[in-house]
């Protein structure tokens, strides 16, 4: 059997290591994960209630047009219906628009380090892919801009980014916007956006009635804690919309991420909760990093991205031997934002394993 010949030798992607597995490896009986910038204050509890009273729904196929929850969705953003569609996570989203937008001969412009799925499947559909280094974590949108040419297809903005936690403002973002070509996608990949404290953040749903060539893509898998469920969604003009329809598997929600994200998105007062308790937990971490005199990026997320003068595979192995699962990236590691108490134990490791005289 012969596959395609550019999936060959594609990375295959490493999710967060799973607790349970940690602990079997290790022996270890208490295991805390940040790795995966999952909600670590779970889901609204309406969620629960909503999932138990749809049980007798399993023999039947979903809503394929996630009707309810897009009425719901529209009303909340103050969009239309039209100008929504829905996935199996925002990953999804990402496949389809790829799908629907690349080819061979074809390119796309992202960030270094970005979230790898863009890449990977951009890949998959034989598009030629450019990397722009960032400036200290932030995206080159000048540099990126100079990479456009008559074979681009989409740009892919992850505002703020994942994993350097860092954003763009609006001042940014338009200036950006007025200097690409009609014929480019831009993607705005919002899915740490609930999260953002600062005021320059870009008002993005505004911006849409001015740039058609826009698509912005957002989760309930973050804030919302419905990471399991995988429900995403995007937002744009009906005319990019229609194109994603036309790629999108029929039934590609399933019935009770659907109601589970109705419950959750009527439950705002959680998620304000959530924001606060994250903001604490940063200034937090800050403050522990700080002591210990490492850098990072000042984040936008419920993650930070730290880099230490040390090898991150070796300070992930460290930190794994002591129940604290982390993110290695090749200069890097990044760390999910906690609980207060898993906040404290992983600075505790990371004072372990970065001033080991200390221990």
């Given amino acids: 059997m012969i596959p395609k010949s550019q999936i060959v030798n594609l990375p295959v992607y490493e999710p967060g290591k799973p607790i349970e597995d940690v602990k079997r490896e290790l022996g270890l009986t208490e295991v805390i994960k940040l790795a995966s910038n999952e909600n670590p204050f779970g889901y609204s509890p ?9 049980l007798d729904h399993l023999p039947i196929y979903p809503d394929g047009a996630c009707l309810e929850l897009r009425e719901a969705v529209a009303s909340f953003l103050g969009v239309k219906g039209d100008e929504l ?8 989203l ?11 001969g074809t390119n796309t412009i992202m960030a270094v380090p970005t979230f790898s799925v863009y890449k990977t499947n951009a890949e998959i559909e034989g598009a030629d892919v450019i990397e722009v280094p960032s400036i200290e974590g932030a ?6 801009l100079a990479k456009v040419d008559e074979r681009t297809r989409v740009i892919w903005i992850c ?21 690409v070509p009609d014929h480019v996608l831009v993607v705005l990949d919002e899915a740490y956006s609930e999260y953002v404290k600062s005021e320059e953040y ?16 957002r989760t309930f898998s973050k804030i919302y804690g419905l990471a399991a469920l995988r429900v995403g969604y995007g937002i744009a003009s009906a005319e990019i919309i229609d194109k994603l329809n036309r790629v999108r598997e029929p039934f590609n929600v399933n019935h009770l991420a659907q109601k589970a994200a109705l419950a959750a998105l009527a439950d705002q007062e959680f998620v304000r ?9 940063l200034q937090q971490m800050y403050a522990g990093l700080d002591e210990l005199g490492v850098k990072y990026y000042r984040s936008e997320t419920n993650f930070v991205y730290i880099m230490p003068e040390r090898d991150s595979r070796e300070i992930f192995n460290e930190m794994l031997k002591l129940g604290i699962i982390i993110r ?16 404290e134990k992983m600075l505790a490791a990371m004072r372990a394993v970065l001033t080991p005289t200390a221990s």
């Fill in 328 to 343: 290695a990236f090749p200069e890097a590691i990044r760390v999910t934002v906690g609980s207060r108490e898993q906040n």
């Fill in 94 to 104: 990402v496949v389809l628009i790829t799908r629907a937008y690349l080819q061979g």
């Fill in 159 to 179: 505002n703020p980014n994942n994993p350097t936690g860092t954003m763009i403002t609006e001042t940014e973002l338009v200036r950006f916007l007025n200097q």
């Fill in 202 to 217: 870009p008002n993005s749903i505004k911006l849409m009635d001015e740039y058609k060539n826009l698509i912005i893509l």
């Fill in 139 to 144: 995206h080159d949108l000048d540099g990126m």
């Fill in 85 to 92: 569609v829905f996935g199996n996570g925002s990953d999804e």
């Fill in 46 to 54: 309406n969620v629960r209630e909503a999932l138990l009273s749809q």
């Fill in 273 to 281: 909760s959530c924001q606060q308790a994250n903001a604490e937990g």
